[in-house]
T-cell receptor, first 113, second 114 residues
Framework: DVKVTQSSRYLVKRTGEKVFLECVQDMDHENMFWYRQDPGLGLRLIYF???????EKGDIPEGYSVSREKKERFSLILESASTNQTSMYLC????????????FGPGTRLTVT | AQSVTQPDIHITVSEGASLELRCNYSYGATPYLFWYVQSPGQGLQLLLK??????LVQGIKGFEAEFKRSQSSFNLRKPSVHWSDAAEYFCAVGAREYGNKLVFGAGTILRVKS
């Protein structure tokens, strides 16, 4: 069974803290994604990675960075958390190729106070 | 630019009634289309997808969707809604030109009243 896991379901951090969100997939997928989900805005792509150590900016990369040292793991980093980064963060993975579906993790609800 | 519009932010239907959720897209390519569902506190689960061929596609949980190229639409339907269908529904669009990236709509929250 396909599985995408995220390290935390809920996270509370203080303004200015460095925050790491971890995502692991067990499907040997080449491509992985980080989205941010906000009410009324749907899912917005922050970063994606199409191979180990490869990354590309999505639509809203400001304030975020990513790391992909191993194929199965994709980390989202908030260098200095701010209150406007309070949101639900979703990780997804997909096999290389065209037209496949993305598989999603359960999400991490991050609150920055 | 690519965009996906889900015109209805909230929809309330009675249990047993039929359902149609609307999705319109703007894409400069032949699209791949998806409908995902998100139950409270959960990630997204794929309901159905359209790549090519028959424009009426069947999905899980009794859902279906019809791709209408002339209207740039991919509306989701279910003939009889169950209380467990209460969730948020997202339409998403991709295209060969954009690799595996998807553009998502803002979502429609479905409430089911008994």
């Amino acid at each position: 069974d396909v599985k995408v896991t995220q390290s935390s379901r809920y996270l509370v951090k203080r303004t200015g803290e460095k925050v790491f969100l971890e995502c692991v997939q067990d499907m040997d997928h080449e491509n992985m994604f980080w989205y941010r989900q906000d009410p009324g805005l749907g899912l917005r792509l922050i970063y994606f990675s199409y191979d180990v150590k490869m990354k590309e900016k999505g639509d809203i990369p400001e304030g975020y960075s990513v790391s992909r040292e191993k194929k199965e793991r994709f980390s989202l980093i908030l260098e200095s958390a701010s209150t406007n980064q309070t949101s639900m963060y979703l990780c997804a993975s997909i096999s290389a190729g065209i037209g496949y579906e993305q598989y999603f993790g359960p999400g991490t609800r991050l609150t920055v106070t | 630019a690519q965009s996906v519009t889900q015109p209805d932010i909230h929809i309330t239907v009675s249990e047993g009634a039929s359902l149609e959720l609307r999705c319109n897209y703007s894409y400069g390519a032949t699209p791949y289309l998806f409908w995902y569902v998100q139950s409270p506190g959960q990630g997204l689960q794929l309901l159905l997808k359209y790549f090519s061929g028959d424009t009426l596609v069947q999905g899980i949980k009794g859902f279906e969707a019809e791709f209408k190229r002339s209207q740039s639409s991919f509306n989701l339907r279910k003939p009889s809604v169950h209380w467990s269908d209460a969730a948020e529904y997202f339409c998403a669009v991709g295209a060969r030109e954009y690799g595996n990236k998807l553009v998502f709509g803002a979502g429609t929250i479905l409430r089911v009243k008994s």
